[in-house]
T-cell receptor, first 116, second 113 residues
Framework: NAGVTQTPKFQVLKTGQSMTLQCAQD?????MYWYRQDPGMGLRLIYY???????DKGEVPNGYNVSRLNKREFSLRLESAAPSQTSVYFC???????????????FGPGTRLLVL | AQSVAQPEDQVKVAEGNPLTVKCTYS??????LFWYVQYPNRGLQFLLK??????LVKGSYGFEAEFNKSQTSFHLKKPSALVSDSALYFC???????????FGTGTRLQVFP
């Protein structure tokens, strides 16, 4: 099993450009998540999808959109990139949301995004 | 508000010595607590979790954590540190209102030879 995969690994954008970060999992998990990691701030949840067909905002959703394409794939889109979106982005998945032992999250390797 | 705190930005220990990485939490109800490790340029890896049951939880790579309800703590421990344990460690707690994880700011562990 590949687990959680993310593409691209690294991206440089100019302010105002758009891009989509891709995430896929092969563990048949129901729930998927997008986080951003910034120095000294830990991980902050951007959006999540409790199950196929549903998406919800997390702690810092402004400037982002998501699509749960199917059970395996969950993409994050930046419509008009800003320097404040320079960060490392992690996708994660879990069997379920809010169900005790089934909610352990498994993370992808991350995408480093630099917005100039 | 539900929260988790990692009071130390950095912990340094000598190889072979015991290590402790501290975590305290504030939640309503019974907490679900997690520890993750992040090696350089990698994603987070799950180490262990406390859902219910024994207060001492054993996890991957020889790590364990002790749930202490009276002190609202969930410290990560290892009896004998390895240089390869050097990494960034995150504690997380489940927000009982939203079911989502709240992560601490991370503690960088440095094990020196």
């Amino acid at each position: 099993n590949a687990g959680v995969t993310q593409t691209p690994k690294f991206q440089v954008l100019k302010t105002g450009q758009s891009m989509t970060l891709q995430c896929a999992q092969d563990m048949n998990h129901n729930s998927m998540y997008w986080y951003r990691q910034d120095p000294g701030m830990g991980l902050r949840l951007i959006y999540y999808s409790a199950s196929e067909g549903t998406t919800d905002k997390g702690e810092v959703p402004n400037g982002y959109n998501v699509s749960r394409l199917n059970k395996r794939e969950f993409s994050l889109r930046l419509e008009s990139a800003a320097p404040s979106q320079t960060s490392v982005y992690f996708c994660a998945s879990s069997e379920a949301l809010g169900q005790g032992a089934r909610e352990t999250q498994y993370f992808g390797p991350g995408t480093r995004l630099l917005v100039l | 508000a539900q929260s988790v705190a990692q009071p130390e930005d950095q912990v340094k220990v000598a190889e072979g010595n015991p290590l402790t990485v501290k975590c305290t939490y504030s939640v309503s109800g019974n907490p679900y607590l997690f520890w993750y490790v992040q090696y350089p340029n990698r994603g987070l890896q799950f180490l262990l979790k406390y859902i219910t049951g024994d207060n001492l939880v054993k996890g991957s790579y020889g790590f364990e954590a002790e749930f202490n309800k009276s002190q609202t703590s969930f410290h990560l421990k290892k009896p004998s540190a390895l240089v390869s344990d050097s990494a960034l460690y995150f504690c997380a707690v489940r927000d009982m209102n939203t079911d989502k994880l709240i992560f601490g700011t991370g503690t960088r562990l440095q094990v020196f030879p």
